[in-house]
């Protein structure tokens, strides 16, 4: 379907994503693409960015193309101790294939520690870069749970992501 000037007429689609994992001493932690400081790490089938795994399951929301599972299978060798950056860059690529623009992405750190605001701006080129969008187009922030539930307790990490797309109608 186009508009009178020949244009596609465009659809906007919204997803959400969430994602957790529990903490434990030995590994990185690496969060939005950025490995910060912490004695402990976050544990998983891949490196077990929360961050970019909600923001892969919003993208695949918004598509309709099921969740990071359905592509990435944990079940699968080949993903393990993987690059989330790699999951992130598949889903900006099933964007394009749609024909379509991310206008915007939201992700949400659940944690008490480690205080994420001196990393968010590295977070958020990152996560700008491994997309293809303007940094403009990203945000990443956090919040705590009041020391309530497992984050609360500094056991693990949780993360929600939104993004809008603009698609092509015929889609």
Known sequence: MTTTSGLPSLATRVGTGFDVHVLETGRPLV????????????????????GIHALCDAIYGALAEGDIGRHFPPSEMKWKDADSARFLRHAAERI?????ILVNADV???????????????????????????????????????????????EGIAAQAAVSILVPLSE
């Open 31 to 50: 969060l939005c693409g950025v490995t910060v400081p912490h004695e402990q790490g976050l544990a998983g089938h891949s490196d077990a960015d929360v």
């Open 96 to 100: 394009a294939a749609r024909g379509g």
């Open 108 to 154: 949400t750190l659940i944690c008490e520690q480690p205080k994420i605001t001196p990393h968010a701006p590295a977070m958020i080129a990152r996560l700008a870069d491994l997309l293809g969008v303007p940094a403009s187009r990203m945000s990443v922030k956090a919040t705590t749970t009041e020391k309530l539930g497992f984050a609360g307790r500094r």
